[in-house]
């Protein structure tokens, strides 16, 4: 009776009808779905298949081989171009590959699509150096054993006047930031500063004071030219000249030891696409034998990629991230992966020597 006592009554609170009413009106919370997130578009191929051109010495053909992105390589024909094709270039614009046949004194054009051979210009005593304009409309063909550069207008093929350069050449390079200095080799001859530009807006020739020069390159970001030594199979040389192209002078020289650096891969010449990482430059090593991966700018190798013997040219596969290097003694085309620096596949190519690859649209 006393706990009962003790208890208190409830108090009504008082009711505001107006409150009541607007919670009543209101709806009850939902929760909103999550919008499902959409991936972002692959971006489309850059080709379907690329199509790369190799010139196979023995055979007087150029083979031709075909891969789809990330997918193995196939040969897929042969060419009939003029005896021992040699050097090798593809046009700027993909539409054209033109290949040196050495001992027969004329070039191949040939279109990449059809795989024909369209004309064979006649040009001087064994042709060797071979590259475009930057802007694809001219094609130039350097001479071992004359002394003058032909030129020929692209489509027509129309012989153009040659470049008169007072000596026979070896190798030819052209950098699209300096679309007007044709860059040679010079080869025997007893003439010396054997490396010259040839302006061809002034026609002009400066001479840069040097000796024993192979071929001569621009970095991937050209800034610098480089020079491998000797160019003769029994003579091997670790010797490497660096040029300022402004000054066209000397800058330093170097060596790379337990090497016999050969050729790079040419914006003019070896193919529409380049590697990514222009801190990288590629160099065929005769002595190793394989695949210099330099690092120009700190002028040391990185790392070799062993091939057999004779590695010269190289190509570029950008979808499938992969090189493809001639080795000539062997008679392949090595695919290398650019990530982990391995030969993943092999074909054969007898006497293989220069390359190209080409972007090809169609199935």
Known sequence: ?????????????PVDADNTQAQAAEPAPTSSPMPTPVPAPSPAPLYSKL???????????VWVLDGKPGEPYALVGKIAVGKLPHQLAVSPDGKWVAVNNRMANTTSVIDPVSMKEVVRLTVG???????????????FVGHEHDVY??????????????????????????????PNELWFTLTNTSQADVLRVYDLETNKVT???VSDVHDAYFTPDESEVWSSSSGFLGKP???????????????KEIHLPGTYPFHTQK???????????????????????????????????????????QPFHTTYDPEGDRLLTTT??????????????AVVQKLPVPKAHGIGAVPIAGP
């Not at 199509?51 to 053909?61: G, I, L, N, P």
């Not at 040389?237 to 800058?251: A, G």
């Not at 000539?328 to 620096?341: C, F, P």
């Open 267 to 309: 914006v003019d010449q070896d193919g529409v696409y380049f590697m990514a990482d222009r801190s990288l430059m590629v160099l065929s090593d005769h002595l190793g034998p394989g695949l210099l991966w330099v690092d120009w700018k700190e002028r040391r190798v990185v790392s070799e990629t062993k091939l057999g013997q």
């Open 328 to 341: 000539n003694v062997d008679g392949m085309v090595n695919v290398i992966d650019v990530k982990t620096r």
């Open 149 to 178: 550069i032909a030129r020929f207008e692209a489509v027509t093929w129309k012989p153009l006047p040659p470049l008169m350069v007072g000596a026979p050449q070896h190798d030819l390079t052209i950098a699209p930031s300096r």
């Open 51 to 61: 199509r790369v051109f190799v010139a196979s010495e023995s055979t007087d053909q």
């Open 237 to 251: 040389s670790d010797r490497m000249v660096i040029y300022d192209p402004s000054t066209k002078s000397v800058k």
């Open 1 to 13: 009776m006393v706990v009962g006592a003790c208890a208190s009554a409830p108090i009504e609170e």
């Open 207 to 209: 001479a840069i004071k």
């Open 125 to 139: 005593k064994q042709p060797h150096g071979i590259a475009w304009s930057p802007d694809g409309k001219t094609l």
